[in-house]
C-alpha cells in the first residue's frame, strides 16, 4: 500500500472519530456518519437481508459461524455464551490430522502397478467398472467441495467483514473487556479462512487418494466397499462437530443466517477499515454482485480440480501405475533434498513439516520417512528407479497426454466448461436476470433489488442528502 495513501486513511477515520465524539459531547444530532443506534445495531426490524450463505452441521462450518455469533451455549437465567471460532478451531486441527492420517494410510501400502499393460477381456471389465466407481465417487463429493468453495469464497471477500452481522467489537460492554480484541475482524477473518482451507484440502486430499484406493482394488467387491469407506472418512466432521456439540452443551446452529448490517452501520465499517476502503468495489458487495462473483470463481476452481482429476485417471490408464505410488517417489525425492522447480520446493517443504510435526506428536506410529524409502528406493528393492522413472503430474505431463488423447481430453474439458462455467457465467454477468425481466417470468421484487433501490455502501446513493 502507498504510505500516502494509507495515511490519508487514517487520518479520515482519527476525523471520523473526532467528529463521533464532539457529537455526543454536544447532544447534537446525529449526521449520517453519526446514525442513530437503531441503524447502527442489527436488530431484527433493521437485520432482515440475508446474506444467501449456505453452511453444513460440522466442525469447520462451526467456525464459519462462531466467526459470525453463531455459535452459542445457554446458560442459566436465559443467559448466552457466545463459542469463540479459536476453540472450535483447535479441535478442527485434531480433526484434520486424524482425516489426513486415515487417508494417508488408506493408500499408502499398495502395489504401485495396478493393472497388466497388456489387458485382458475380463481385466478390462475390471477397469471399466473401477474407473465408473471413481467417477462416482467424484459425482458424490461435488457438492461438498463446492460448497466449501464458496464458504472460502466468501470469508475470503474483504467487505463480508463489513457488511455482514457479527458479535459487534465497538459494543459498550465488549469494547471494554478484555476479550473485546478478540472479536476484531483481522482476527477472526484468519481464523474462519484456516478453517475452510482445511475443509477443502482434506476434500481436495481424499478424492485425489480415492483414485488410487478404488482402482488399486484386487476385487470389484473391494473397489466398492473401499468407494464406501472413503465417504466415511469425510462425514467424520459431522460425527466431531456432534461430539464437541454433546459435552460441551452447544446449541444447534441449523436456524442460524447471516444477515447483513444496516447501511448505516456497513458504511461507518468501511470508513473504519483501510484495507476495505482501498480495495472497495461496488461488485463485492453483498447485492451487487458479490455472490455472483464467489459462485463463479468456486466454480472455477472446481473445474481446475476436475481437469486435474481427468489428467490423473488418464496417467494411471496409460501407464498402470497408481497416482499414489508417483505421490511416494516425489516424497522419496522430497526428502532427499531433490526438487524439480519452486511449486514441487514448496510442496515438498510443506509436506516434510508436516510429516515432522504430525511425528513429533506420535501420531504416527511408525518412521513415515524410513517406510517411503523402504517402498521407493531402488536399492531396497523400491519401485522408484531414477528421478524420472515415476514422477507426479506435472504441466508437461499434461500437455503430452493431450496430445495423447485430443479428442477425449478436449471433450471432457468442454464439457465442464458447459456444466461449470457456462450456466454461471449467464447468471454472474446478469443475462439470466435481463431475460427473467424481459419475458415478465419474475412476479415478486427479490429482496437484493430493494437494497438496491436504497442504495450500498460506496455508491452515489448512499452519500449524505
Not at 500500500?1 to 495515511?7: A, H
Not at 449526521?31 to 437503531?38: P, Q
Not at 468495489?281 to 481427468?310: D, N, P, Q, S
Given at each position: 500500500?502507498?504510505?500516502?495513501?494509507?495515511?490519508?486513511?487514517?487520518?479520515?477515520?482519527?476525523?471520523?472519530?473526532?467528529?463521533?465524539?464532539?457529537?455526543?459531547?454536544?447532544?447534537?444530532?446525529?449526521?449520517?456518519?453519526?446514525?442513530?443506534?437503531?441503524?447502527?445495531?442489527?436488530?431484527?426490524?433493521?437485520?432482515?437481508?440475508?446474506?444467501?450463505?449456505?453452511?453444513?452441521?460440522?466442525?469447520?462450518?462451526?467456525?464459519?459461524?462462531?466467526?459470525?455469533?453463531?455459535?452459542?451455549?445457554?446458560?442459566?437465567?436465559n443467559d448466552v455464551l457466545h463459542v469463540h471460532p479459536f476453540i472450535l478451531l483447535v479441535c478442527c486441527f485434531i480433526l484434520y490430522t486424524i482425516q489426513f492420517w486415515l487417508t494417508f494410510c488408506a493408500a499408502f501400502c499398495r502395489s504401485p502397478y495396478w493393472k497388466t499393460v497388456h489387458d485382458s477381456e475380463e481385466e478390462n471389465l475390471h477397469t471399466s467398472t473401477k474407473v465408473l466407481l471413481v467417477f462416482i465417487v467424484q459425482l458424490i463429493f461435488f457438492d461438498f467441495m463446492l460448497g466449501t468453495l464458496r464458504n472460502l469464497m466468501f470469508v475470503l471477500n474483504p467487505t463480508t467483514w463489513t457488511d455482514v452481522w457479527r458479535i459487534d467489537p465497538y459494543h459498550p460492554r465488549i469494547r471494554h473487556s478484555r476479550v473485546g480484541p478478540l472479536y476484531w475482524s483481522g482476527v477472526l477473518a484468519p481464523l474462519a479462512i484456516l478453517a475452510m482451507l482445511f475443509k477443502i484440502s482434506t476434500q481436495y486430499y481424499v478424492s485425489v487418494q480415492s483414485i488410487s484406493i478404488i482402482l488399486g482394488a484386487e476385487d470389484l467387491n473391494d473397489a466398492i466397499f473401499d468407494s464406501l469407506a472413503i465417504s466415511f472418512i469425510l462425514d467424520l466432521d459431522q460425527g466431531f462437530w456432534h461430539l464437541i456439540a454433546t459435552l460441551m452443551q452447544v446449541q444447534s446452529f441449523s436456524e442460524f443466517t447471516f444477515r447483513l448490517w444496516p447501511k448505516a452501520r456497513r458504511m461507518r465499517n468501511i470508513r473504519e477499515n483501510c484495507f476495505v476502503r482501498l480495495i472497495d468495489?461496488?461488485?463485492?458487495?453483498?447485492?451487487?454482485?458479490?455472490?455472483?462473483?464467489?459462485?463463479?470463481?468456486?466454480?472455477?476452481?472446481?473445474?481446475?480440480?476436475?481437469?486435474?482429476?481427468?489428467f490423473l485417471i488418464l496417467e494411471a490408464l496409460d501407464s498402470a501405475v497408481l497416482p499414489s505410488s508417483r505421490d511416494i517417489c516425489s516424497q522419496w525425492h522430497w526428502h532427499r533434498g531433490i526438487y524439480r522447480n519452486i511449486g514441487d520446493r514448496v510442496l515438498g517443504v510443506m509436506f516434510n513439516e508436516i510429516v515432522e510435526l504430525l511425528g513429533q506428536l506420535g501420531i504416527f506410529p511408525w518412521d513415515v520417512h524410513a517406510a517411503i524409502n523402504r517402498l521407493a528406493d531402488p536399492s531396497l528393492g523400491g519401485f522408484c528407479d531414477g528421478e524420472d522413472a515415476i514422477e507426479r503430474m506435472t504441466p508437461a505431463r499434461a500437455v503430452d497426454l493431450f496430445y495423447a488423447h485430443p479428442r477425449g481430453i478436449s471433450s471432457l474439458m468442454l464439457s465442464f466448461a458447459a456444466l461449470l462455467l457456462f450456466p454461471q457465467l449467464v447468471y454472474s454477468t446478469g443475462a439470466l436476470q435481463s431475460a427473467v425481466r424481459k419475458f415478465n417470468l419474475a412476479t415478486h421484487k427479490h429482496e437484493y433489488e430493494e437494497a438496491l433501490e436504497v442504495g450500498t455502501p460506496g455508491s452515489e446513493s448512499s452519500a449524505c442528502s
Open positions: 500500500t502507498p504510505p500516502g495513501s494509507w495515511i490519508a486513511c487514517r487520518l479520515s477515520v482519527l476525523m471520523d472519530v473526532v467528529l463521533e465524539q464532539d457529537s455526543i459531547r454536544h447532544g447534537s444530532n446525529r449526521s449520517c456518519t453519526l446514525a442513530s443506534e437503531a441503524d447502527l445495531n442489527c436488530t431484527s426490524e433493521h437485520c432482515e437481508i440475508s446474506a444467501g450463505i449456505v453452511f453444513s452441521q460440522d466442525l469447520y462450518d462451526a467456525v464459519l459461524v462462531s466467526s459470525f455469533g453463531g455459535v452459542t451455549v445457554r446458560l442459566d437465567d468495489k461496488r461488485w463485492l458487495h453483498r447485492g451487487f454482485g458479490a455472490r455472483r462473483v464467489e459462485g463463479f470463481a468456486a466454480y472455477l476452481v472446481l473445474m481446475i480440480i476436475y481437469t486435474r482429476f481427468t
